[in-house]
Structures are given as structure tokens and as C-alpha cells.
């Protein structure tokens, strides 16, 4: 194959703000969500995720900023997810200057959504992200509201139902592992294998170089998603440009702290490696 | 002299805004439109585009904008295609059945098949190789193998090779991933998604435009 493997920087949005917490849920404020994306599309990152973590109607505006500004300043492909409800929201995201949207929450909720999505966007345009968490009887369930709320749909089920609706791709976030440095979780690859035809994206748990290694043993995963890892190599260098304290809990971004779990690393370093390693790396 | 102007060619079908941007990045004066009479004032034309080839041609149709794309091209006016912007100058694709194409380039536009032996995702999304095969002004600057972003399910197969720009190896063959002939320029891949490579294009596209009008 001669495709590369896409290095994904997702940025969870509330409001203007970048945020990321551990398993979905306990947002830190980090900065300005597109300082951070700027700073990844010159580092070399291939494409965007933005997030909503909020998705409530007063957020939605400020939302449609950012991406009306990044579609201006940063020419890779950006997808945009959280609060997907309907046409007019992949419509009004799409106007913004999104390329692709992602949707959980209404895809479970209503799969016939799916069809209608594809058939209204085409394949190519609509990405089913899938909010992974393994369950005390051992199995895999995909879960919605930001991993709050359980639907009792295998995940083994899910991926395949969504493919034949028409989905063009497919983020696996692995909620149990989502912030904590410890790798992807890759009993999820287990079973995934063979079931998926259409490009993934998996997200959750890397915390260093060789933790994306780890998964391409494993799977030929079309693209990593990476927040944790690249938000708190970053933030340091960011926030002297950061002045928005009003929204949310940013009192951990001027603690100074060190995160010592995730590795010592940037976009750069990043793919230099996985080049040297031999994996198909893009390059700036 | 006055400045030179550049219709961005609106039918309906797709997000233009990033293809805006990457003009005004690069400082094309570019506007985008769907008044064929505005397109045939231009100087130059991009038609972008993704989509179903048919019901393209059937919007170029109903706006007119099909007979003033063919004028501008004839009357020697630059011209950039990109993704769907770049199949429609064929003659035709195998999409439904089939449909007519502005058969400015001979030839036409087929579907990915992914063989049972090497099953590959369609449609191709993502960054790939692309490799000139030809020199030309239009790749300025960017390495004889350069990196670009596609999104799509069919491709080109123009019937005489010197068309031909550059090469793409995708589902176990290699396919036509740009072409160029004489004032008109087209690609498969998206340059306003391809980073500063792709900017270079945008760039190199204007100072081809430029230095025409220049010898004038």
C-alpha cells in the first residue's frame, strides 16, 4: 500500500478554549484552540479533529469561528464532530469550512441517519465516531454523550452496521485508555481486524512513540488521532499567547506542571521516528 | 494593467471556501461565482468541485456555465480543475450508466476496483504519492514525488498519454492523478488540502497567469 499513515492531532473545543480530561471527562483548559492547530498544521500534522465537547446552541456560533477560521488559514482536511444531530448541523459545519463531519450520539440514536447523511454528503464526508468502553462482562459496547451513557450495541455489531449504511469513516476512541498514557487498548484491534473495509482512525491511550508501533504491529490502521500526547508538549509554549481565563477551569494551565507520563515529544520528532522505523510518513 | 481575475465556477455542489482561501493566501484575485457572463469576463477560471459527475453536468448546464468554460478554454484563458473540476473535462464517465463530459480532454472517468487479492479501501482518502511524469511550469518548486490529499472514487483515463502530468498508485495500479494541456491545468487531488505543497501550486498557477500577460 502505498498510502501514509496520518498523524491526527484532536482538539476537544468548549467555547474557544482547547480542553482534554481522562476518559472523556474532567476538561482542563489548555489554550486557544486554534493556536494549537496552527502550531500543529506548521509541525507537519495531516489533518484536524475538532471536537465539541459542549455542542449547545450558544457554543455553536464560536464554533463555527474557529472553523470558519481555520478553513482560512490551514490547508489540511479538518473534521468536526460533537452535537451532529441532523442535515442542517452537517450543512451549517460544512458551510463553516469543515470537510468531513463525525457523528455518535445521533448515528446510535437513529442509524437510518447514517444513510441519509452519506446519500445527502457523500461516503466520503461522513466519519461514525465511535465511543469505545469494555464492559465487566468483557465485551466491547459503544457509548454516546461522551462516553456517559450506555446503548448495549456491540462494538463488533457497530462497525459493521455503519459500513453497510455508509459511513466513510470510522474513529475508534477508546474511552477507558482516552488521557491516560497507557497505550492504545489493543484488545480493540483484536476485533476489529477484518471487519473493516473503509478507512480507521483510532484514538485513546498513546503516550509515547512507540505506542503507535505498538498498534501498527498490529492493524494497518489508516490514521492516529493523537490529543494527550501533543496538547501537553505544547501548551507550555502556547499559552504566553493565551489571555481567555473566563471559560472553564484553567487554573492547571498556570501551575507549571510537567506531565511526566506523556513522552518528551513533538509532530516532528514524532514522524521522524516512525520514518526511521519505516513506517510511510508524509512529508512537510 | 489591470488586475487579473479569477472566477472560482459555483454550481451547487460543493464547498468552495477552502479553494477561495488557498487563492487568497497565494494573492489570486479570485470571486466566486455562477453568472456565466461574470465567468466569461474572467481571465481565468477554477472549477472545483466533488460530487457525482452527472448531476455536475447537469447544473454546468442549466447555469450555462458549460459553454463558457469551453469558450474561456478556447479563447486561450487559463483554466484549473480540481477533483470532480478535473474529470469533467472528459468525455465521459462510466458513473450510472453514462454521462457526457465537456470533452475537452479525449477520454474517460472510471471507478476504483479493488481486487479480491489486494483489497483496498474506495473511496481513496488520504495522502498519496503523486510523480510527474512531465515537466511543466504548474509544479515549480515541488520534488519530482510530492505528497498530496485525495478524496475520491473514480479517476481519469485520458486516451492520449502527453496529457498526462503525473502518476498515482492506488488499488494496484497507477492512474492519472493530474494533467495538463496547453492553458488548462487539472487535478484529482485537492491542493488546498495538501499543505504548503499544495499552496505552491496555487502560487505557481498565478505566475503562469502573470507572466502570459506580462508578454502582452
Known amino acids: ?284 | 494593467m489591470s488586475k487579473i481575475t479569477t472566477a472560482i465556477i459555483d454550481y451547487k455542489l460543493s464547498n468552495l471556501k477552502s479553494v477561495k482561501a488557498a487563492c487568497d493566501y497565494v494573492g489570486l484575485n479570485a470571486f466566486i461565482t455562477s453568472d456565466f457572463k461574470k465567468v466569461l469576463q474572467a481571465d481565468s477560471i477554477i472549477l472545483p468541485g466533488v460530487g457525482s459527475f452527472k448531476e455536475a453536468m447537469k447544473n454546468l448546464k442549466e447555469l450555462d456555465l458549460d459553454k463558457s468554460i469551453i469558450e474561456n478554454i478556447n479563447k486561450k484563458k487559463y483554466f484549473l480543475g480540481i477533483c470532480l473540476g478535473m474529470q469533467l473535462l472528459f468525455t465521459k464517465s462510466e458513473e450510472f450508466g453514462n454521462a457526457k463530459g465537456l470533452n475537452l480532454i479525449e477520454g474517460e472517468v472510471v471507478k476504483f476496483k479493488s481486487k479480491k487479492k489486494f483489497p483496498t479501501p474506495i473511496p481513496h482518502v488520504g495522502w498519496n504519492n503523486i510523480k510527474f511524469i512531465k515537466n511543466n511550469n504548474i509544479c515549480d518548486g515541488l520534488e519530482s514525488i510530492s505528497q498530496m490529499y485525495f478524496v475520491h472514487s473514480y479517476y481519469a483515463k485520458p486516451k492520449k498519454k502527453n496529457v498526462i502530468l503525473s502518476e498515482t498508485k492506488y488499488c494496484n495500479i497507477n492512474f492519472c492523478s493530474s494533467v495538463s494541456k496547453q492553458n488548462i491545468f487539472a487535478f484529482q487531488f485537492h491542493p488546498e488540502k495538501s499543505g504548503e505543497f499544495g499552496l505552491k501550486v496555487y502560487k505557481n498557477y498565478l505566475n503562469i497567469i502573470q507572466n502570459d500577460k506580462n508578454t502582452f
Open chain 1, 1 to 284: 500500500m502505498s498510502k501514509f499513515l496520518r498523524i491526527i492531532p484532536k482538539l476537544e473545543v468548549k467555547g474557544n478554549n482547547l480542553v482534554k480530561g481522562v476518559h472523556l471527562e474532567g476538561l482542563r483548559v489548555l489554550g486557544n484552540c486554534y493556536d494549537f492547530a496552527k502550531k500543529y498544521y506548521e509541525d507537519g500534522a495531516d489533518e484536524l479533529i475538532y471536537q465539541d465537547v459542549v455542542a449547545s446552541l450558544y457554543e455553536r456560533n464560536s464554533l463555527n469561528d474557529i472553523i470558519e477560521k481555520t478553513s482560512k488559514n490551514i490547508f489540511i482536511p479538518l473534521t468536526v464532530g460533537g452535537g451532529i444531530r441532523n442535515i442542517a448541523n452537517i450543512k451549517e459545519v460544512l458551510n463553516s469550512g469543515a470537510d468531513k463531519v463525525s457523528i455518535n450520539t445521533a448515528a446510535l440514536k437513529n442509524p437510518e441517519f447514517i444513510n441519509e447523511a452519506a446519500n445527502n454528503f457523500g461516503s466520503s464526508t461522513i466519519a461514525i465516531n465511535i465511543e469505545v468502553i469494555k464492559n465487566k462482562d468483557g465485551k466491547y459496547y459503544a457509548y454516546i454523550d461522551n462516553g456517559r451513557e450506555a446503548t448495549g450495541k456491540l462494538l463488533d455489531k457497530w462497525v459493521l452496521e455503519v459500513q453497510e449504511r455508509g459511513a466513510g469513516e470510522i474513529i475508534i476512541v477508546s474511552v477507558d485508555k482516552d488521557g491516560t498514557s497507557l497505550g492504545f487498548d489493543l484488545d480493540i484491534i483484536k476485533i476489529l481486524k477484518n471487519k473493516i473495509k473503509i478507512p480507521t482512525i483510532l484514538n485513546g491511550g498513546i503516550g509515547k512513540e512507540q505506542d503507535i508501533l505498538e498498534v501498527l504491529k498490529n492493524y494497518k490502521v489508516d490514521g492516529i488521532a493523537l490529543a494527550s500526547l501533543l496538547h501537553y508538549n505544547y501548551y507550555n509554549f502556547l499559552k504566553k499567547k493565551f489571555s481567555n481565563l473566563n471559560e472553564g477551569n484553567s487554573s492547571f494551565l498556570f501551575s507549571n506542571k510537567k506531565f511526566k507520563n506523556f513522552q518528551n515529544t513533538n509532530i516532528i520528532k514524532l514522524k521522524k521516528y516512525l520514518n526511521n522505523h519505516k513506517i510511510n510518513i508524509r512529508k512537510k
